[in-house]
Every structure is written in structure tokens, then in C-alpha cells.
């Protein structure tokens, strides 16, 4: 899915229209001593035949979320493109 770089939309710090800049969205390194990851490892610890949590078919594609950084507050939100789920997102200058 093409995007383009920069995106003409509303920032809700300043509460008016800004050309804001346009950045893919990406994960933050996940936390190895959360509660969440040691009960997920907990329970794919273990022998034998199917063990909870792993997957054996990996997603095809997922909704593409963006990073709209305003010029003038320098604040950042996101946003979430479009209805369906793509590969990747190409920003076109």
C-alpha cells in the first residue's frame, strides 16, 4: 500500500489542521521479566505434542497503523490506515 509522506489532518494538541509528517508505526522491545511473557513461557515450557501458545500458521497480513508527527507542537499520534489488512506500507514522496 502506497502513503504519502506527509498527510494534511487534524492534531489534537493544537486543535487545528497541520501538515504533519507520516512515519510507519513500529513495536518497542518487549519486556522479557513481564507478567505476560513468563506465564507464556511457563506454558510452552514442557514436553510433548501440542504445547499452548505456539502457532503453527503465521498471519498473512495485519492492519498498518502510522505515526502523524505535528510540525508545530512536535507532538505524535496514531492512526490506524484504511479497512484492510496489507503486507506493508510504501510512503511515496
Given at each position: 500500500m502506497k502513503f504519502p509522506k506527509e498527510l494534511n489532518t487534524y492534531c489534537p494538541y493544537c486543535k487545528v489542521h497541520q501538515v504533519h509528517k507520516v512515519k510507519a508505526a513500529s513495536k518497542g522491545r518487549a519486556s522479557t521479566l513481564s507478567a505476560g511473557n513468563r506465564r507464556h513461557a511457563r506454558r510452552l515450557k514442557g514436553?510433548?505434542?501440542k504445547r499452548k501458545g505456539e502457532k503453527?500458521?503465521?498471519k498473512q497480513?495485519?492492519?498498518?497503523?502510522i505515526v502523524?508527527?505535528?510540525?508545530?507542537c512536535n507532538k505524535k499520534h496514531e492512526r490506524v490506515v484504511g479497512t484492510r489488512t496489507t503486507k506493508k506500507l510504501e510512503f511515496k514522496s
Open positions: 514436553h510433548g505434542s503453527s500458521v503465521k497480513g495485519k492492519r498498518q497503523k502523524l508527527q505535528c510540525p508545530k
